[in-house]
């Protein structure tokens, strides 16, 4: 079946850590994203990327990084310098340039910084 | 400065009722607006998108409406059922529809009791 899989599911971290989240997807999709959601707050941007090897700022993106080497792939890294990491991320793909772009997102990974 | 507000109080129905709920948003001029369905600890699944030129669309039991005037979508769930309870979001498009950029709001939680 097509779809997006992300790992881990549950992911524990020390602080002055980085981590890196999974994002794999099959649906040949073009366009790929990284939200962040916190209790109480909608989902925000924090990368996304609309083609191999090039990707942007979303509106949150200081404290992470990515990298779009392969279509399938967009792992992100949460980076020490990110004060406030505990949350639920949700990676997403979308096709490109289609004017009106639904997201199909993935099952969500769940960091907690101890 | 741009918002997009939900209901953040949960709504609680009877079964067999129509759950109607409500998404607002200021200083946007949106192309389209989308609702997703989240359960807890999911990825949320994308359930209809209504364009700026439609009035009303259908699926099933949902109904949306997109009223550009008022700057409002109201999301409706006809005979709602105990299965339907779930996290609900609205989402416009940020910028240029085609990069496929949302924000979105912070969801209403929907239950309904049998």
């Known amino acids: 079946d097509g779809g997006i899989t992300q790992s881990p599911k549950y992911l524990f971290r020390k602080e002055g850590q980085n981590v890196t989240l999974s994002c794999e997807q099959n649906?040949?999709?073009?366009?790929m994203y990284w939200y962040r959601q916190d209790p109480g707050q909608g989902l925000r941007l924090i990368y996304y990327?609309?083609?191999?090897?090039?990707?942007q700022k979303g509106d949150i993106a200081e404290g992470y990084s990515v990298s779009r080497e392969k279509k399938e792939s967009f792992p992100l890294t949460v980076t020490s310098a990110q004060k406030n990491p505990t949350a639920f991320y949700l990676c997403?793909?979308?096709?490109?340039?289609?004017?009106?772009?639904?997201?199909?997102f993935g099952a969500g990974s769940r960091l907690t910084v101890l | 400065s741009q918002k997009i507000e939900q209901n953040s109080e949960a709504l609680n129905i009877q079964e067999g009722k129509t759950a109607t709920l409500t998404c607002n948003y200021t200083?946007?001029?949106?192309?389209?607006l989308q609702w997703y369905r989240q359960d807890p600890g999911r990825g949320p699944v994308f359930l209809l998108l209504?364009?700026?030129?439609?009035k009303e669309k259908r699926k099933e039991r949902l109904k949306v409406t997109f009223d550009t005037t008022l700057k409002q979508s109201l999301f409706h769930i006809t005979a709602s059922q105990p299965a339907d309870s779930a996290t609900y979001l609205c989402?416009?498009?940020?910028?240029?529809?085609?990069?496929?950029?949302?924000?979105f709001g912070q969801g209403t939680t929907l239950q309904v009791k049998p």
């Open positions: 989402a416009l498009a940020q910028g240029s529809s085609n990069t496929g950029k949302l924000i």
């Open positions: 200083n946007y001029s949106p192309a389209y």
């Open positions: 990327s609309q083609i191999v090897n090039d990707f």
């Open positions: 997403a793909s979308s096709t490109r340039g289609a004017g009106a772009n639904v997201l199909t």
């Open positions: 209504i364009r700026e030129n439609e």
């Open positions: 649906l040949n999709h073009d366009a």
